[in-house]
């Protein structure tokens, strides 16, 4: 990975575009921020594996999801706040999903920023390896209108995995999805109880589909792992091809 993300900063100097002296030395090591280590005690809980198949359904795939949230808090003096928040997802057409991406949209959290934004990193090669290597990324499997996902962080090297599983339910009419299971995986006792104390908290709204004429890749790191695969063959094709574009 550092080699390919030293290969865009090289290409962007060539190109006259200035890159700040903390992103080369941060970036040029970024096999370093990640974790190196495999999530070896969650990967027989990823109970789905990859295998490109292509998923069709009627609008799921053709842009991303964004759900408006609430979180209850309670101050010193017992008063109640309420905060809105907003997460963002997307099913791709190969089975990928991606959960709670960030845009370079700031404040703006207007639809107009956020297309832009997913139509954009596809033409800036550092941005996209960003979007790929950061965020939640993991399948998901849809039964009529059920949708059975399950995710995982790309953790840096001082933080941990977390591994999640969702269950949403489709109202093709209303083009929304509605979040009616959430849990994680591998939590002990004590992290489960503060999970279930958070989301004792949350206001969980449906989720509402933004259509996108242009979306990126799902090229995510996962791919990069074997033990995501259904079978060995298909990741090495995957890595031949991978390998053959970034020396290009």
């Known amino acids: 990975m550092a080699l390919q993300i030293f290969q865009v900063i090289t290409t962007r100097f060539l190109y006259g575009k200035t ?3 903390i992103c080369l030395i941060f970036f ?24 490109s198949d292509s998923i069709k359904h009627e609008f799921l795939t053709n ?22 928040y907003t997460i963002y997802f997307m099913f791709f057409k190969d089975g990928i999903f991606l959960y709670n991406f960030h845009s370079n949209c700031g404040y703006d959290k207007s639809n107009y920023c956020i297309k832009n934004y997913l139509n954009d990193i596809r033409y800036d090669s550092l941005s996209l390896l960003l ?23 790309h ?12 269950l949403f339910i ?20 004590n992290s489960m109880n503060y999970y279930n104390e958070a989301q004792s908290r949350r206001i ?29 063959e298909d990741w090495r094709n995957y890595m031949d091809s991978v390998n053959l574009n970034s020396t290009k």
């Open 155 to 166: 953790p840096s090297m001082m933080n941990e995995y977390i591994l999640q599983e969702k």
């Open 63 to 84: 842009g991303y999801f964004s759900q408006k949230n609430f979180l209850k808090t309670t101050n010193n003096n017992d008063t109640t706040n309420i905060k809105e």
């Open 204 to 232: 969980i709204n449906e989720a509402v589909f933004i259509k996108v004429d242009s979306l990126p890749s799902s090229n995510c790191w996962l791919k990069r792992e074997k033990w995501f695969w259904c079978n060995e």
């Open 170 to 189: 489709v109202n093709s009419h209303k083009k929304t999805i509605q979040e009616i299971i959430s849990r994680p995986v591998g939590f002990d006792k």
């Open 131 to 153: 979007f790929h290597n950061s965020f939640y990324w993991g399948l998901y499997k849809l039964y009529d209108d059920t949708i059975k996902t399950i995710f995982i962080n």
């Open 28 to 51: 040029s090591c970024s096999n370093r921020f990640y974790k190196k280590e495999k999530p070896y005690n969650l990967i027989n809980s990823f109970n789905q594996c990859y295998n």
């Open 19 to 21: 890159i700040l002296i």
